[in-house]
């Protein structure tokens, strides 16, 4: 049913503002902590200091003799659960990471639980800890995690097939996994070429730096079930980790989507388990709070990269070989995201022969999970550098030595499958266009490029859509709206229905009641839960018709949707309200039956979105400060379904993306203690570091997959970002930034000989 996929539209492709927009302004949206639960009880947790220990001994009495506190609890006072290590509930025998949860104190109020965390008294001894990727690798190494071979199924969520052939990994007891990809002969081939640049990027850890940190409610009902009220980005995802991580049925689980207060990945599974436990000891609804610090402490940022390369070329500038190695740092946890990177690294371009392998290794710090577009900032800060120093270096314009290596439709992607319909040369002749581009730079300003790619997710969705006899629309779906995907998946619905927008209602986030979905992530809702959507009100359109015909006698061919009203052909006055249609088919011994549409999708074919974007620099030769002047940023769309509410996502992203390279990091002691645990010390981006000129243009070749030719939106833009800066300040100061956040440093030393030519 997929006849008005491409209709001639009159909603789609206008700016609309957010449905939920004057809420949020106005503070009336209501996010978990606003929730009314009844008599809730608070949580606190007492965090590990030590980054591996053993747990000797936990006294708790004078913590428990507290008037107010309902319970304090420790690992080994919870019954025992799938999920171990560093995933536990709470640390049982011994801990993995300083800021790994050991006992919890629940209490009438939170200000009583955190004086009874002070009470508390529990006893370490102290193990040998691994914090770096090269100490956990050392043949001597201590084994970070109890079971190192479970893995993390993020690539797959974002819609990677990662499973080239496994180069045989060492047997280390850190070395979680590992994929590689290998064409040809990569180190003949360098070996014989005019030119190869070699470069170690280093990509450090960092938070996904939302505003609401992680919270979290439980009740254990009288059913024997749990009752979760979470920020998640997936309810599906997150009742199965639950169900998983507490040993019971999926059914035994019920999560509520609260409204998410950002997420960018990181808000998926994390406290859900511990407060269904506390729920069901202290027989209270509870509710646990991350503050800021724990919230960096404990919480699951984008992984550390490190990644080796070597890129080789032809004195043509036609790129030969790429060898690269990845080497992921995933914390206590297993990782599974690098081979993403691999993925970019080896497809971007046309190059016969590579070798691309990744090795993901377990340290003894916090946990990771994904951070927009995970594993692709990482790998295009690496490849996007390289290309720019070939460029440098053979004398060549960056945006014509992309364009003569650009991967078209047809060539292949190293996971076997080809690329299909893609607007990479479109997007680089977009920028080789660009004023900026083409405008002579002023002295001390230099201007840098890069390119990036993101296959984008795949996940099934299902979706109903009911008609009122109000005339009014209700959609069920099971999804997240955290970038606004529910604005635009209503104006599909009021396009296909040809009804207003204020119409439409989107309603869902209860894995009891609604179709399935999956997490918010990937660049993948409108994709796949609004094709969901599409077909639903298709079917609802659809039986509205049946109904009119039929009232109507006329046929159904002869019958459109407008304006809330079904009317015949060439006879505008003959027509009737939807809702009056509807009516027919609820009311009492109505024939008719109720209009109902149900839409199921599984998208198995991805629409990759491919960007580039341009970064105009200024440099003080006397200090090394820089400035960022102007970005712009060139994506490829599909079908900017809500241009305004796209403009947002990649104006953000970029943004986001550019900060990792000035500012943001997490960086820990040697013993293991996070020392960036706050605001004052992590380096989120101020409004200055903004670009006072962003300007953003959008592409638009249609997917002949997603709902009106839409793809994702979210993920590129947050990718080149880095490399187009690198680039940037390697044109202005000779120097290659191969770490993030890059060195003021390295750039005042740079500049000393125009320094002294100067005076």
Not at 108 to 121: F, G, H, K, R, V
Not at 162 to 169: I, S, T
């Amino acid at each position: 049913m997929n006849e008005g996929k491409h209709l001639t539209t009159e909603m789609i492709g206008t700016r609309q503002r957010r449905t939920d927009g004057m809420a949020k302004v106005t503070g009336r949206t209501k996010f978990t902590a606003d929730l009314d639960l009844g008599r809730v009880a608070h949580v606190r947790l007492l965090l590990s200091p030590y980054a591996s220990a053993l747990i000797t001994a936990v006294r708790c009495d004078e913590a428990r003799a507290l008037p107010g506190v309902i319970a304090v609890v420790a690992g080994a006072d919870l019954p025992e659960t799938p999920a171990r290590g560093a995933d536990a509930p709470l640390a049982r025998g011994r801990v993995y990471f300083a800021g790994q949860p050991v006992v919890a104190v629940v209490a009438d109020s939170e200000a009583i639980a955190t004086d009874a965390i002070a009470l508390l008294q529990v006893d370490y001894e102290e193990l040998p800890a691994a914090v770096t990727p090269e100490a956990a690798l050392a043949a001597d190494a201590p084994a970070v995690l109890a079971d190192p071979s479970a893995g993390l199924d993020d690539a797959a969520a974002h819609g990677a097939a990662v499973g080239g052939p496994a180069e045989p990994q060492s047997r280390h007891v850190n070395v979680t996994g590992g994929v590689s990809f290998k064409q040809g002969d990569a180190a003949a081939m360098l070996a014989a070429c005019d030119v190869v640049i070699e470069g170690s990027f280093d990509s450090p850890q960092v938070h996904q730096g939302f505003l609401e940190p992680h919270i979290a409610a439980a009740r254990f009902e009288a059913d024997g079930t749990y009752t979760i009220w979470s920020p998640t980005q997936g309810v599906f995802p997150t009742r199965n980790g639950v169900a998983g991580a507490l040993g019971v049925p999926i059914s035994d689980v019920r999560v509520i989507q609260t409204e998410v207060g950002g997420g960018f990945g990181g808000k998926m599974l994390l406290l859900e388990p511990i407060v269904a436990l506390l729920a069901k000891l202290t027989g209270r609804t509870v509710q646990l709070a991350l503050s800021r610090t724990e919230e960096f402490q404990m919480g699951r940022g984008g992984p550390a990269f490190r990644i080796d390369l070597k890129l080789g070329a032809g004195r043509d500038g036609r790129m030969r070989a790429i060898w690269a190695r990845i080497q992921s740092d995933n914390g206590a946890g297993q990782g599974g995201i690098a081979g993403l990177a691999a993925t970019m690294i080896a497809s971007t371009y046309r190059v016969p022969d590579y070798d691309v392998a990744t090795v993901e290794v377990a340290t003894n710090k916090s946990p990771v999970t994904a951070y927009r577009a995970p594993g692709a900032v990482q790998a295009y800060f690496a490849l996007e550098s390289a290309v720019g120093e070939l460029a440098t270096t053979l004398g060549m314009d960056p945006i014509e030595l992309r364009l003569l290596n650009a991967v078209q439709e047809g060539d292949p992607i190293s996971n076997g499958h080809p690329w299909p319909r893609i607007a990479f040369r479109e997007c680089l002749e977009a920028a080789r266009r660009h004023p900026l581009y083409t405008t002579p730079l002023a002295p001390g300003e230099a201007l840098g490029v890069a390119a990036g790619a993101w296959l984008g997710g795949l996940e099934p969705a299902a979706a109903g859509c009911r008609v009122e006899s109000d005339g009014s629309v209700v959609v069920h779906a099971g999804h997240s709206d955290i970038s606004g995907s529910n604005t635009t998946i209503a104006m599909i619905v009021a396009e296909l229905l040809g009804v207003s927008m204020a119409k439409v209602r989107i309603r869902g986030g209860d894995s009891e009641t609604a179709p399935h979905a999956g997490m918010a992530g990937g660049s993948k809702t409108v994709y796949t839960v609004g094709m969901a959507v599409h077909e639903a009100t298709l079917d609802a359109r659809s039986q509205l018709l049946d109904i009119a015909s039929a009232e109507m006698e006329v046929g159904v061919e002869d019958l459109d949707l407008v304006d809330g009203h079904v009317l015949v052909k060439g006879v505008p006055d003959k027509r009737v309200p939807i809702g009056q249609l509807a009516g027919l088919a609820t009311r009492f011994g109505g024939r008719y039956k109720p209009v109902l549409g149900r839409g199921q999708s599984a998208q198995t074919k991805q629409s990759p979105m491919f960007t580039v974007q341009l970064a105009k620099i200024a440099v003080d030769a006397e200090t090394g400060s820089w400035r960022l002047l102007n970005v712009v940023a060139i994506q490829d769309v599909g079908r900017a379904l809500n241009p305004g509410e796209i403009e947002g996502q990649i104006h953000g992203g970029a943004l986001q993306a550019m900060a990792r390279a000035m500012t943001e990091e997490m960086v820990w002691d040697p013993d293991g203690s996070l020392r960036t645990a706050s605001f004052m010390d992590y380096g989120m981006p101020s409004i200055e570091q903004a670009a006072a000129n962003f300007e953003i243009e959008l592409l638009e070749i249609p997917s002949v997959h997603g709902p009106f030719g839409a793809k994702g939106v979210g993920e590129p833009p947050a990718i080149p970002g880095p490399a187009a800066l690198a680039n940037a300040l390697r044109n202005a100061t000779g120097v290659r930034m191969e770490r993030m956040p890059f060195d003021f440093a390295k750039v005042f030393s740079s500049l000393a000989p125009q320094r002294v030519a100067q005076a």
